[in-house]
């Protein structure tokens, strides 16, 4: 019998398949003593399978490259953690197994993280996998990961990891649904970037048999058990009609009546290029730069590398804009020779351009990296500065930029509410605003962005979140700049036509979502945008503000 269930579509598409679930390696070795003579023998096992486990994952990252390769470096050096591993080894010289200490010492951390502070606890989901990768070497079992199938399936876990979802094989993972995670965390970006169909945030996924069949639709968030004939002709239809539309569909971003709308791409490095222009990218709109940076947490790369790395997207866009972020270290994101180690809210404390001017050089030599890296291209640099609070902020980054001799156009990133509500002083300052709504939303409803508990409060179509985005754009317009979204909000096509209703010049995504964005932004007029995000804007929920944008769209 048909059923249905609803989490939160996070990436594109329809997937219909029979249900495999993750599998998971042994989670507690057995307790026991060892003599004192084995300690060091033990000791050495322990090592080699860290050793064995981070090159395993920063082999993974090489191969998935882009953001997947930042993120998985990130768990490597988890894994490689000094302080770990010195408690790995005093367990075991009182007694204990490699494999138990290894267990042990990562149940203890995991306490430390889990007690930080929600945006710090977001990232034991990572801690528990390498972890588990640890011990499951140790134990000689196999590996925590995706199943072994010939045939193609639909993916169910708990959450996934990202060194299980960087290397999914789209050919055999029809898509995926986790009972965790959230519309930002690192699955559902990663997921995105390969285009494949998912859900996350379903209670009760796990439930889901073995072999039943199950119809993903991964934007609206709805699993469909055991569907009917007559549902699988209905979203096959469906996502046939979005095919020939996306086919169809080329050339810059604009609504139906010719109001331009520019579609950039959210890029990692040089390796998220190739997709990026693939897909009509007409700029990249965010450039994350502190994946470079955590290639080496210890230090800052160097000024050469920093400008080999900048050039190589700056070139690949001729005559195209191309927003760069300055470093955003912090919270999620710790830098080990940047960032404080004893913060209690890591989220609230010294983030994004707050540690940039406790570390003037660090800054200084980025900005003149990206100055000697635009020298003699037909490129459209700007570059903005993450987690600006106030005028005060805008102004000190505007200088700074000032003073690395710097020609492009400077911004800054409104992700926290008094930078929206502020914005008109802000603007007095920079020449443009940069919506970062994950982090708008997080701040905004103290929800963080990695915890499936509170996602409703994390949906982007919060009419709270559209009020700010509203008051910034107005802002914008009212000084004569720009204002354009980098957060995941703009790869939803529906939502892109209310973003661009509500004012926004640009819409920035990942660049599996631009193909989706360009062709429904094209069915509709710049007025019935207006309207669509009016009707938006006036209800109390987001399920509401959905349904009102859809009725306006289509006409009901």
Same mark, same amino acid.
């Given at each position: 019998?048909?059923?249905?269930?609803?989490g939160?579509?996070?990436?594109?598409?329809?997937?219909?398949?029979?249900?495999?679930?993750?599998?998971?390696?042994?989670?507690?070795?057995?307790?026991?003593?060892?003599?004192?003579?084995?300690?060091?023998?033990?000791?050495?096992?322990a090592?080699?399978?860290?050793?064995?486990?981070?090159?395993?994952?920063?082999?993974?990252?090489?191969?998935a490259g882009?953001?997947?390769?930042?993120?998985?470096?990130?768990?490597?050096?988890?894994?490689?953690?000094?302080?770990?591993?010195?408690?790995?080894?005093?367990?075991?010289?009182?007694?204990?197994t490699?494999?138990?200490?290894?267990?042990?010492?990562?149940?203890?951390?995991?306490?430390?993280?889990?007690?930080?502070?929600?945006?710090?606890?977001g990232?034991?989901?990572?801690?528990?996998?390498?972890?588990?990768?640890?011990?499951?070497?140790?134990?000689?079992?196999?590996?925590?990961?995706?199943?072994?199938?010939?045939?193609?399936?639909?993916?169910?876990?708990?959450d996934?990891a990202?060194?299980?979802?960087?290397?999914?094989?789209?050919?055999?993972?029809?898509?995926?649904?986790?009972?965790?995670?959230?519309?930002?965390?690192?699955?559902?970006?990663?997921?995105?970037?390969?285009?494949?169909?998912?859900?996350?945030?379903?209670?009760?996924?796990?439930?889901?048999?073995?072999?039943?069949?199950?119809?993903?639709?991964?934007?609206?968030?709805?699993?469909?058990?055991?569907?009917?004939?007559?549902?699988?002709?209905?979203?096959?239809?469906?996502?046939?009609?979005?095919?020939?539309?996306?086919?169809?569909?080329?050339?810059?971003?604009?609504?139906?009546?010719?109001?331009?709308?520019?579609?950039?791409?959210?890029?990692?490095?040089? /390796?998220? *290029?190739?997709?990026?222009?693939? @897909?009509?990218?007409?700029?990249?709109? #965010?450039?994350?730069? $502190? &994946? %470079?940076? =955590?290639?080496?947490?210890?230090?800052?790369?160097?000024?050469?590398?920093?400008?080999?790395?900048?050039?190589?997207?700056?070139?690949?866009?001729p005559?195209?804009?191309?927003?760069?972020?300055?470093?955003?270290?912090?919270?999620?994101?710790?830098?080990?020779?940047?960032?404080?180690?004893?913060e209690?809210?890591?989220?609230?404390?010294?983030?994004?351009?707050?540690?940039?001017?406790?570390?003037?050089?660090?800054?200084?030599?980025?900005?003149t990296?990206?100055?000697?890296?635009?020298?003699?291209?037909?490129?459209y640099?700007?570059?903005?500065?993450?987690?600006?609070?106030?005028?005060?902020?805008?102004?000190?980054?505007?200088?700074?930029?000032?003073?690395?001799?710097?020609k492009a156009?400077?911004? /800054?990133? *409104?992700e926290?509410?008094s930078? @929206?509500?502020?914005?008109?002083?802000? #603007?007095?300052?920079? $020449? &443009? %605003?940069? =919506?970062?709504?994950?982090?708008?939303?997080?701040?905004?409803?103290?929800?963080?962005?990695?915890?499936?508990?509170?996602?409703r409060?994390?949906?982007?179509w919060?009419?709270?979140?559209?009020?700010?985005?509203?008051?910034s754009?107005?802002?914008?317009?009212?000084?004569?700049?720009?204002?354009?979204?980098?957060?995941e909000?703009?790869s939803?096509?529906?939502?892109?036509?209310?973003?661009?209703?509500l004012?926004?010049?640009?819409?920035?995504?990942?660049?599996?979502?631009?193909?989706?964005?360009?062709?429904?932004?094209?069915?509709?007029?710049?007025?019935?945008?207006?309207?669509?995000?009016?009707?938006?804007?006036?209800?109390?929920?987001?399920?509401?503000?959905?349904t009102?944008?859809?009725?306006?769209?289509?006409?009901?």
């Open positions: 019998m048909e059923t249905t269930l609803r939160v579509g996070v990436s594109h598409g329809v997937a219909i398949g029979e249900v495999r679930h993750m599998g998971t390696a042994v989670l507690e070795p057995p307790a026991k003593q060892i003599p004192a003579e084995d300690a060091e023998r033990e000791q050495g096992r090592r080699q399978a860290v050793e064995a486990v981070a090159a395993d994952l920063m082999a993974r990252g090489n191969l882009g953001e997947a390769q930042a993120v998985l470096e990130a768990q490597a050096m988890m894994a490689q953690d000094p302080e770990l591993m010195a408690d790995v080894d005093r367990r075991i010289a009182v007694g204990s490699a494999e138990r200490a290894v267990y042990d010492a990562f149940a203890s951390y995991r306490a430390l993280l889990a007690g930080a502070g929600e945006y710090l606890a990232r034991v989901a990572d801690l528990d996998d390498v972890r588990n990768r640890i011990v499951a070497r140790l134990l000689g079992v196999p590996m925590p990961g995706v199943p072994d199938s010939d045939e193609p399936y639909v993916l169910i876990a708990r996934l990202p060194a299980d979802t960087a290397l999914l094989d789209p050919t055999l993972v029809l898509g995926f649904v986790t009972e965790e995670g959230g519309p930002t965390s690192h699955s559902a970006i990663l997921a995105r970037a390969l285009g494949v169909p998912a859900v996350v945030a379903l209670p009760g996924a796990g439930e889901l048999a073995e072999g039943t069949v199950v119809a993903v639709d991964g934007s609206t968030g709805e699993i469909f058990v055991e569907p009917s004939a007559e549902k699988r002709a209905q979203l096959e239809a469906a996502a046939a009609e979005r095919k020939a539309a996306l086919s169809a569909s080329t050339g810059p971003g604009a609504t139906s009546d010719g109001h331009k709308v520019p579609l950039l791409a959210n890029v990692g490095g040089p /390796a998220d *290029v190739p997709a990026a222009v693939e @897909a009509g990218a007409e700029g990249v709109g #965010l450039f994350r730069t $502190e &994946f %470079l940076f =955590l290639d080496d947490s210890k230090q800052a790369p160097s000024e050469e590398k920093q400008v080999e790395a900048y050039r190589k997207v700056l070139e690949a866009f005559e195209g804009r191309v927003v760069v972020r300055v470093l955003d270290a912090g919270a999620d994101k710790p830098l080990e020779f940047l960032t404080p180690a004893d209690p809210n890591p989220a609230l404390g010294v983030r994004g351009l707050r540690t940039l001017l406790d570390h003037p050089d660090v800054l200084r030599t980025q900005l990296a990206l100055a000697k890296a635009a020298e003699g291209l037909p490129v640099l700007e570059v903005m500065a993450p987690m600006v609070a106030d005028r005060i902020d805008a102004k000190a980054f505007a200088d700074a930029c000032r003073a690395a001799g710097l156009k400077f911004g /800054a990133m *409104v926290i509410p930078a @929206a509500l502020r914005a008109r002083s802000i #603007l007095q300052e920079v $020449e &443009f %605003l940069s =919506l970062g709504t994950n982090d708008l939303a997080q701040y905004t409803f103290a929800a963080d962005r990695q915890v499936g508990a509170v996602s409060l994390q949906d982007p919060q009419p709270a979140l559209l009020d700010l985005v509203a008051v754009a107005e802002a914008a317009k009212a000084e004569g700049k720009s204002c354009g979204v980098c957060g909000a703009a939803d096509p529906l939502l892109a036509c209310v973003l661009t209703g004012g926004v010049t640009s819409l920035s995504m990942g660049a599996a979502s631009i193909p989706y964005v360009r062709a429904t932004l094209a069915k509709y007029t710049l007025a019935q945008c207006e309207r669509a995000a009016a009707a938006a804007r006036a209800t109390d929920t987001a399920d509401e503000a959905r009102a944008a859809q009725a306006v769209l289509s006409g009901e």
